[in-house]
Nanobody, 124 residues
Framework: EVQLVESGGGLVQAGGSLRLSCAAS????????IGWFRQAPGKGREGVSC????????YYADSVKGRFTMSSDNAKNTVYLQMNSLKPEDTAVYYC?????????????????WGQGTQVTVSS
């Protein structure tokens, strides 16, 4: 059974940092891509970043470029999202998701498996 479990969310002041983790089980990273998405209250789920497990290439939404860094530890089947210089508009539930392709996608319907999400709240 494929499972994705996020952790690391919390409350932080603007300008602060958090590191989210996504632990995967039931499949191996080889041949897959892992994405981070977020959903703020009253808004749709948007792609934040993605990493290709085979190539290590990463993708970032313009809104987080230069502030967020995604990495993976394939031996641990875990990906991370380091979030620096956080802003109140980063407040959302953050989800990780997996797709059976080495190519990243920022489109949520391209992802088959999702975690339960972790809340990130940035106070001003």
């Amino acid at each position: 059974e494929v499972q994705l479990v996020e952790s690391g969310g919390g409350l932080v002041q603007a300008g602060g940092s958090l590191r989210l983790s996504c632990a995967a089980s039931g499949f191996t990273f080889d041949g897959s891509s892992i994405g981070w998405f977020r959903q703020a209250p009253g808004k749709g789920r948007e792609g934040v970043s993605c990493i290709s497990s085979n190539y290590g290439s990463t993708y970032y939404a313009d809104s987080v470029k230069g502030r967020f860094t995604m990495s993976s530890d394939n031996a641990k089947n875990t990906v991370y999202l380091q979030m620096n210089s956080l802003k109140p508009e980063d407040t959302a539930v953050y989800y990780c998701a997996s797709r059976n392709s080495v190519y990243c996608s920022g489109y949520k319907l391209n992802y088959a498996y999702w975690g339960q999400g972790t809340q990130v709240t940035v106070s001003s």
